[in-house]
């Protein structure tokens, strides 16, 4: 049923325009859905850019204003092909992005849309104050597009132009999300810690993506101009910026269809406002802004993931992400021999202003050993995991992992030299599948790029990194949950399932906070056969864990801390003997 009603739908789009009378389309309608498709162009890269990459932008009505210039100008002015000036627009629309995006993409909360409307103002009152553009008159006299003698001139056959362009925009932007940097962009909404330990350059990929949707917005902006022949400031203002990320949350922020659907229901209820409430109401003004506005505020409180999610139903379901059954290794990194030192923390001080969370801390981890961090609450232990994996940098002392120093260095490029983290409290992409989660640890593993990404040119790696990544799951015991969504897992899974993240990075030594927190007894005996299998493949552990059970039946040293010093270091029975040690725990026995 889902798929009869899928391409029902895609039937009625195909031959609106060109139905014989007497059930011929006005063209009234085609002109609005022309603009619902323009619309849903730059309303898809708000779903990349906002919905996906959790960043808000205001200002994407002054990049659609970027490449409709371009066009108007270059093909007017000095009769450039409109096709070589949608590519010259693009290249401008990019190079304004990537500037732009440096600049704002590094400010978070309300600054950052704070700064979208800043220069969407201003590129706004550019248009309208440059004497080659035409001030607030514009450009006019824009020629038609022209492919192969066939002129697109009249607002029926841009349809056609039109809905193929969202369409593919569609389709690139799912196949990008769909791939290794897709992950990336996905695990932005889980906070920059958890995809820079998994080796994301978060600031980059930040900027990719407001790049992307820029480009986006111009080829919008570029078939807005050839539609209407001239081009003006006025629709490239904040308003239309705001009207925008309306439809992008409308219709669903985090799915791509649902930009196609808000930017229906905007500007078809925009449209049916304007020509009813002055009937109603008896006098004309902008009352539908009002009205809308209250329908916006009733969405948001009632229906906040958007509409999309209640229309989902009725059409096919996409296959997710799957696992070959056999796909080309990956390369592994050689691993040390046994007893090797590996990890060394050389007096590690960290200070917070006043406050010195490690004190001069020191301890070696060697090839092939599992060995606790240990001590009360506030002891700074999960503080020292974040020393050494690159998430704080030591106020003075050394890290050295084999042999080199890494205390200066930053998350993404410490897991590239193989170590590996769980943390405290449980990060994953709730919505998205255990599979995909996994796939993430292995993000340094992969090379393809956006762009391969976006042409499906990565089915080879992208068949190669799954394999690695159901292989990992397999190997911790979560089988029969890989197609499962990360947040319908209990606690307990939720925590196995980091530790198969972290090994999908091929990682020499593995970094664990509390990774027994909240398993039972069963769990915790299964975690603790499974650490031992990975010490035995020459795998090393430090781990942080509040079960001395746990902890003593397992490790081969301990190192024990209280307020950010170390009082004790030593094997397990020796340490559960040390006076110092019971003081910290126990207060003291006589």
Not at 397 to 426: C, D, N, P, W, Y
Not at 448 to 468: C, H, I, Q, Y
Request: no cysteine; charged share 15%.
């Amino acid at each position: 049923m889902r798929n009869k009603l899928f391409w029902v739908f895609l039937l009625i789009v195909v031959l609106l325009p060109v139905l014989p009378l007497p059930v011929r389309v006005p063209e009234y309608w085609i002109t609005l859905l022309n603009y619902i498709g323009l619309y849903a162009i730059v309303a898809v890269g708000l779903v990349l850019l906002t919905g996906i990459g959790g960043m808000t932008s205001f200002g994407q009505a002054a990049f659609v204003g970027l490449g409709a210039y371009t066009t108007g100008f270059l093909s007017t002015r000095y009769g450039v092909s409109p096709w070589l000036a949608l590519f010259v627009g693009i290249a401008i629309t990019a190079l304004a992005a990537l500037v732009l995006g440096a600049i704002t993409m590094r400010l978070s909360g309300h600054f950052l849309p704070l700064g979208t409307i800043a220069w969407g103002l201003s590129l706004f009152f550019l248009f309208g104050n440059l004497e080659f553009l035409g001030k607030y008159d514009g450009i006019n006299s824009i020629p038609a597009l022209e492919v192969f003698n066939w002129r697109f001139d009249t607002g029926r056959q841009m349809f056609y132009l039109i809905w193929v362009v969202v369409i593919g925009s569609v389709l690139s932007v799912q196949n990008l999300l769909d791939s290794r940097p897709g992950r990336a962009i996905r695990a932005l909404r889980g906070g920059g810690v958890m995809a820079e330990a998994m080796g994301v350059n978060t600031a980059w990929m930040r900027v990719v993506i407001f790049v992307y949707a820029a480009i986006l917005a111009a080829i919008s902006g570029f078939l807005f101009a050839h539609l209407q022949r001239a081009v003006n400031p006025t629709p490239f203002g904040l308003e239309h910026g705001i009207q925008f990320l309306f439809m992008a949350v409308v219709g669903g922020a985090g799915h791509v269809w649902g930009a196609v659907l808000g930017a229906g229901i905007v500007t078809l209820l925009q449209d049916w406002l304007q020509s009813f409430l002055p009937r109603i109401i008896g006098q004309n003004g902008n009352f539908e802004m009002v009205v809308f506005g209250i329908l916006m505020v009733l969405l948001l409180q009632y229906a906040r993931d958007g509409v999309w999610p209640y229309l989902q139903k009725l059409f096919p379901k996409r296959r997710g992400v799957t696992a070959p059954e056999k796909a080309e290794a990956l390369v592994q990194r050689a691993k040390p021999s046994a007893g090797e030192p590996l990890l060394q923390v050389n007096a590690a001080r960290k200070e917070f202003g006043g406050l010195v969370a490690v004190n001069d801390v020191s301890f070696e981890v060697n090839a092939g050993e599992i060995i606790g961090l240990i001590g009360p609450n506030g002891a700074g232990k999960s503080t020292t995991f974040n020393l050494v994996t690159g998430v704080l940098h030591v106020t003075r002392g050394e890290i050295m992992f084999r042999g080199e120093r890494i205390e200066k260095l930053a998350s993404r490029e410490i897991v590239k030299r193989g170590i590996g983290r769980t943390f405290q409290h449980v990060r994953l992409m709730p919505t998205m599948t255990v599979l995909e989660n996994v796939a993430i640890g292995a993000h340094l593993r992969g090379h393809t790029g956006v762009w391969r990404s976006v042409a499906r040119l990565n089915k080879a790696e992208e068949e190669r990194l799954m394999f690695e990544a159901a292989r990992q799951i397999e190997r911790v015991g979560l089988g029969a949950h890989m197609y499962d969504e990360a947040g319908s897992l209990a606690l307990g899974q939720q925590r196995i399932l980091e530790i198969a993240r972290a090994l999908a990075s091929d990682p020499t030594l593995l970094l664990l906070d509390e990774p027994a927190a909240g398993l039972r007894y069963k769990e915790k005996q299964a975690l603790a056969d499974l650490l031992r299998k990975l010490k035995g493949e020459g795998l090393s552990v430090l781990l942080v864990e509040h079960d001395m059970d746990f902890v003593m039946n397992l490790t081969d040293r301990l190192v024990v801390m209280e307020f950010g010093t170390r009082i004790a270091h030593g094997l397990p029975h020796e340490v559960q003997n040390d006076p110092a040690v019971l003081e910290a725990y126990l207060g003291g026995v006589e």
